[in-house]
């Protein structure tokens, strides 16, 4: 999101922090109407949406954050790509980078999502198409400390431990925010 906001696409006013007002109140804008269309586009979908998007909620420029609950991660996550894809071709290999990682980590979501109760209790083979999202996001990922995943590790451990969790695999990744 602060790549987004920081970028200038928003609008440019001079000022950086008059910028970044604008800049969210164009991406609260912009994920009224997103949510409308993907309701639209998507009715058989239950979707978590914000209310709101604030300066608070996206804390400072040196202290960058997005506070939202879990389900609602979700929503911006692919609101996000969404903007990524609409502006990447004017940003530039940085937009291009983040659409990448953020559609490999959609992809393995979504893997885990339909695959509930497909994963075999004993299957390695069930941990070779979640890893493989993972093993493809990891290095779009690693350069970029904007990025708030606790740690690539823990992603890691969580499809090794796939074996240990069985269907319950999609419960244990409530930790991936963006």
């Keep these: 999101m602060w790549f987004l906001m920081l970028c200038g696409i928003y609008g440019d006013l001079g000022n950086q922090e008059a910028n970044i007002a604008v800049a969210i109140m164009v991406l609260r804008n912009s994920l009224v109407a997103w949510y409308k269309t993907f309701h639209r586009t998507h009715p058989n979908e239950t979707l978590t949406e914000i209310t709101d998007l604030t300066r608070k909620m996206t804390g400072t420029r040196a202290d960058k954050k997005l506070k939202t609950k879990g389900a609602e991660t979700w929503g ?15 940003l530039g290999p940085e937009a291009s980078r983040l659409h990448r990682a ?6 393995m979501m979504v893997i885990w999502r339909t695959t509930i109760g497909e994963f075999p209790n004993t299957s390695g083979c069930a941990r070779s198409i979640p890893t493989s ?21 823990s992603c890691s451990i969580c499809c090794r431990r796939l074996d240990i969790l069985g269907t319950q695999a999609n419960m244990h990744v409530g930790w991936m925010r963006v």
């Design 102 to 107: 953020g559609q490999a980590l959609v992809d």
């Design 133 to 153: 999202c993972i093993w493809h996001l990891w290095p779009l990922t690693t350069s970029t400390k904007a990025i708030m995943f606790p740690s690539t590790i």
């Design 76 to 90: 911006i996550v692919l609101f996000l790509l969404d903007e990524l894809e609409k502006f990447g071709a004017r």
